[in-house]
C-alpha cells in the first residue's frame, strides 16, 4: 500500500483547494440532508429462534394491532390534588381524545381502560394513559414521537397535572445527548495537543478533522436510520470512537510531517511521505478496527450487527480524513503548519529529542536490564483488577438509572411508586389460537397458572383477535426488568408454568416483550462472547502475521490484549453492577451491565490496542532489522514510540472519559470502560508488559517458518524499503 498512499499524499497536496472542497460540500450537505430527515433509530429487539422473536412473529401475523406495543403516558396529581376530581377526569378525557385524532396513533386506552394497557393507582394519584402507534418505533423520528407527546400532555398540563412518557414513545422523543461530552472531550484533547506541539496551528489540525470527520459520520448514520434498523446507543458511540481515533490518526500523520520539516524536507514531499508511511499505520489500524467491529455480525445477534457496522462508518471516515483532507490543510498551510506558536512551550516541544538519553530510554534500560519484576508485576496488577469480571452478569438498560428530571425516569419513578416497579416492564404472552370453543378455558387456565407464581403482581385478561386466531395475555412481575427475579420468572414461565398450563392443548403460547427480548439477547451475547472473541483474536492474528513476519509477536499481542480486556470488564462490574463509586458518575446506585457493551467494548479495544501495538513494534522492528541487538531494538523502539503512544492515548482517554457525563448509563458505560481500557494498554501493556517479554523471548520474536516466509507480503507496514528503493534512484525530496 505505500505506493498507492504516497502518490494519494501528492495528489491531495497538489489538488488540495479542490480536496478541501470536496470535503466542506460532503460535510455540508450531508449535515443538510441528515437534519432534514430527520433520525429514526431505535432498538430492534428481534433475534431469530429466541422465544420473545416467536411471540413477536405471532402478533406481527396475527394480531397485528398489538405488535407495536404500547407506551404508557404517566398522569399524577401532585400535592392535595386527586385524579378524581371532575376536572381532572375532564382532562384525562381530553387527553385520550386528542391522542386518538392523532394520525400516527392507532389506538389510546384511558386510566379504566384495563385492558388496553390503562390503569389507575388505589390512591387515585397516578394513572396510565397507554398510547398505541400504527407502525412500530423505528418508523417515526423523536420530532414525530414528541408530537404525539405532546398532544396528549397539553390537556393535562393545562389542569395542573404532571404527565410524564415512557416506554418506546417516551425513549424515541429523548435520546441521550452527548454535546456537553463531545465538547469537554475536545477542549481536554487541544490542551494536550497544545503541550505537544506548543502550536496553535498544529494544535488544531487534529481537531478540525476529527471534528468534521464526525460530523460527517453521524450524519451518514441519521440518514442510514431511515434504511435499516439503528440503535439508539450509535451515534454516541460513533461519535466517541470517530473523536478518539479521528484525533489520534491525524496526530500520527502530523507529528511524522512535522518532523521530516525540521530535517529539512521539501513540504510536498513530507506530505506524501506522511501519508504512506503513517497514514499505512493509520490504514492498517483502522482497517483492524473496522474488521473487528464488523466481525460481530458472525455472532448473529441483530442489535450487536447493526452496532458494529454503523460505528465502523466513523473509523472509515476518520482514516479518510486523515489522510486526504489534512494533507491537503498542510499543502495550503505549508510552512505555516508551526504557526501561533506558544514561546514558552515551543521552546521545549520543539527541540530535537535525544531518544538514546531521554528519561523513556532510561525507563527501557530499567526494563530491559531487569525484565522479570516488572512483567510480573503488571500481569499480577492486571489479574487482580480483572477478579470481578468473574461476577460478570449481562441485564438490560435501566431506565430508573437514568437523571431524575428525564421524561422517562420521571415516568418510570411515577409507574413504580404508584404501582410497582414491575408495570415498567410488564411480560407478553402471545398465544397461537387453533379456532376450537375450548380456547377460552385453555387461556383462562394459563392465567391461573400464571398468577399463582409467586413473583407475578398481576395478570390482565387475555385479549383475543377478531378471528380468534391469536391472544396476548400482559404479565406484569412484582420485581423491576432488569432484576434477577424477573429474568427467573420469565424463565419459569417458559419452562414450567406455560407448558403445565397448557399440557394436551392445541394451543402454542410464547413469552415476549421488550422485558423478555432483552433477556434473550443477553442470553445469546453470553453464549456467543466466546466465539467473537476468538473470531476477533483470530482475525487480529493474521492481520499482525502479515504487518510483522512473526508468529510470536501477534501470540504476545493476543495475550496482553485480552488481559488489558479482562481488567477493563473487571472494572466495569466493580464500578457499575457492584455500584462502587457510581454517584462520583451521575449514578445513584448499581445499574446492570447492558448486555452489549462487553462485547463491543472487546471489538473496539482489540481493534484500538492494535494502533499502539504497531506503532510500538514497527520501531522495535527497524532497530532489529538496522543491526541491534534484540534487547537494544527493544530499548531504542520503546524510547522512540512511548512518548507519542502516551500522547495519543492522553488524547483517546480524555474524549472517552467524557462521555461518562452522558445521561444515558449505556454511555457511561462505554465511556468510562473504554478510557480505562486504552489508559492500561498505553502504560501497563505496552510500556511495560510487551517490552519485558521481548526482551525475554530474544530473537524468537522474529522467528517465521520458511515455508510462510515465503507466501507473506516482504514489504512493512510503514515502507522502508520502498524509501530506500525511492531515495536509491534520487527521487526522495524532490
Not at 460513533?238 to 500520527?252: E, H, K, P, T
Request: net charge negative; with cysteine; hydrophobic share 50%.
Amino acid at each position: 500500500m505505500t505506493a498507492p498512499l504516497y502518490h494519494l499524499g501528492r495528489f491531495c497536496a497538489r489538488f488540495r483547494w479542490v480536496v478541501i472542497a470536496l470535503w466542506l460540500a460532503a460535510v455540508i450537505g450531508l449535515g443538510a440532508w441528515a437534519g432534514a430527515a430527520g433520525s429514526q433509530e431505535a432498538d430492534s429487539l428481534s433475534l431469530p429462534g429466541t422465544g420473545s422473536q416467536k411471540a413477536t412473529d405471532v402478533l406481527n401475523e396475527r394480531f397485528p394491532s398489538q405488535s407495536n406495543g404500547s407506551s404508557p403516558i404517566v398522569v399524577h396529581a401532585a400535592g392535595d390534588k386527586s385524579l378524581t376530581t371532575p376536572a381532572s377526569q375532564e382532562a384525562i378525557s381530553q387527553a385520550v381524545a386528542d391522542g386518538k385524532a392523532d394520525p400516527e396513533v392507532s389506538s389510546v386506552a384511558g386510566p379504566t381502560d384495563t385492558a388496553g394497557g390503562g390503569a389507575i393507582s388505589k390512591d387515585g394519584k397516578t394513572a396510565i394513559i397507554a398510547v398505541t402507534l400504527k407502525q412500530t418505533i423505528t418508523n417515526y423520528t423523536a420530532e414525530e414521537a414528541q408530537r404525539v407527546i405532546d398532544r396528549v400532555e397539553a390537556p393535562l398540563e393545562k389542569a395542573g397535572l404532571e404527565a410524564a412518557a415512557g416506554g418506546q414513545l417516551g425513549q424515541k422523543a429523548t435520546p441521550p445527548a452527548t454535546d456537553k461530552s463531545e465538547a469537554i472531550g475536545i477542549v481536554a484533547a487541544l490542551i494536550i495537543l497544545l503541550l505537544t506541539f506548543g502550536s496553535a496551528v498544529s494544535m488544531l489540525l487534529p481537531i478540525l478533522t476529527a471534528i468534521l470527520g464526525v460530523g460527517s459520520a453521524v450524519s451518514i448514520i441519521t440518514l442510514l436510520s431511515h434504511v435499516t434498523s439503528v440503535p439508539t446507543a450509535v451515534p454516541a458511540l460513533a461519535s466517541m470512537i470517530g473523536l478518539g481515533v479521528g484525533i489520534d490518526y491525524s496526530l500520527f500523520v502530523l507529528s511524522r510531517h512535522r518532523e521530516q520539516l525540521e530535517g529539512g524536507m521539501e513540504i510536498r514531499e513530507s506530505i506524501a511521505r506522511s501519508v504512506a508511511t503513517s497514514g499505512a499505520a493509520v490504514l492498517f489500524a483502522g482497517s483492524t478496527v473496522v474488521i473487528a467491529l464488523c466481525s460481530l455480525a458472525i455472532a448473529g445477534i441483530p442489535i450487536v450487527a447493526s452496532m458494529g457496522y454503523l460505528s465502523s462508518i466513523a473509523v472509515v471516515v476518520a482514516i479518510l480524513a486523515a489522510t486526504t483532507l489534512l494533507p491537503a490543510i498542510l499543502a495550503v498551510l505549508g510552512p505555516r503548519v508551526d504557526a501561533l506558536r506558544l514561546p514558552w512551550l515551543h521552546g521545549r516541544t520543539n527541540k530535537a529529542v535525544d531518544h538514546d538519553n531521554s528519561g523513556w530510554a532510561r525507563w527501557a534500560r530499567g526494563i530491559a536490564r531487569h525484565p522479570w519484576p516488572p512483567m510480573l508485576a503488571a500481569v499480577a496488577i492486571l489479574l487482580v483488577i480483572a477478579i470481578p469480571m468473574f461476577s460478570l452478569e449481562l441485564g438490560q438498560p435501566d431506565t430508573a438509572a437514568g437523571p431524575p428530571d428525564a421524561e422517562t425516569t420521571r415516568a418510570y419513578n411515577l409507574v413504580a411508586s404508584g404501582f410497582g416497579e414491575g408495570v415498567n416492564g410488564p411480560v407478553i404472552v402471545a398465544a397461537e389460537l387453533p379456532g376450537k370453543s375450548t380456547d377460552q378455558a385453555d387461556l383462562q387456565k394459563l392465567v391461573k397458572e400464571i398468577s399463582q407464581d409467586p413473583d407475578v403482581a398481576s395478570v390482565a385478561p387475555p385479549v383475543v383477535n377478531s378471528d380468534k386466531t391469536a391472544a396476548t395475555i400482559s404479565v406484569v412481575p412484582k420485581s423491576a426488568p432488569p432484576a434477577d427475579a424477573t429474568v427467573a420468572l420469565v424463565d419459569r414461565l417458559r419452562n414450567e408454568e406455560i407448558p403445565s398450563a397448557l399440557k394436551g392443548s392445541d394451543i402454542n403460547a410464547y413469552v415476549g416483550g421488550a422485558t423478555a427480548a432483552y433477556i434473550d439477547i443477553a442470553d445469546e451475547i453470553q453464549n456467543k462472547l466466546p466465539q467473537s472473541i476468538l473470531i476477533v483474536v483470530g482475525l487480529s492474528f493474521i492481520l499482525l502475521l502479515i504487518a510483522f513476519r512473526s508468529v510470536l509477536v501477534p501470540v504476545q499481542a493476543a495475550a496482553m490484549n485480552l488481559l488489558g480486556v479482562a481488567a477493563s470488564y473487571g472494572m466495569l462490574v466493580a464500578v457499575f453492577q457492584w455500584g462502587w463509586g457510581t454517584e462520583l458518575i451521575g449514578l445513584s446506585g448499581d445499574v446492570p451491565i447492558v448486555s452489549f457493551v462487553p462485547l463491543m467494548m472487546f471489538a473496539i479495544l482489540f481493534g484500538l490496542s492494535m494502533d499502539y501495538e504497531v506503532f510500538l513494534v514497527t520501531h522495535i522492528q527497524e532497530e532489529y532489522q538496522e543491526g541491534a541487538d534484540n534487547e537494544t531494538a527493544v530499548v531504542r523502539g520503546l524510547s522512540r514510540s512511548a512518548r507519542v503512544i502516551t500522547s495519543a492515548a492522553l488524547i483517546m482517554v480524555s474524549v472517552f472519559a467524557a462521555f461518562v457525563l452522558s445521561t444515558d448509563p449505556t454511555t457511561k458505560q462505554f465511556g468510562l470502560g473504554l478510557a480505562f481500557a486504552v489508559a492500561i494498554d498505553a502504560t501497563i501493556i505496552r510500556c511495560v508488559l510487551v517490552p519485558a517479554l521481548m526482551v525475554i523471548v530474544g530473537k524468537a520474536n522474529w522467528w517465521l517458518p520458511k515455508w510462510l516466509a515465503r507466501i507473506l507480503p516482504k514489504d512493512s507496514i510503514e515502507g522502508t524499503d520502498y524509501f530506500r528503493r525511492l531515495d536509491a534512484k534520487g527521487s526522495g525530496g524532490k
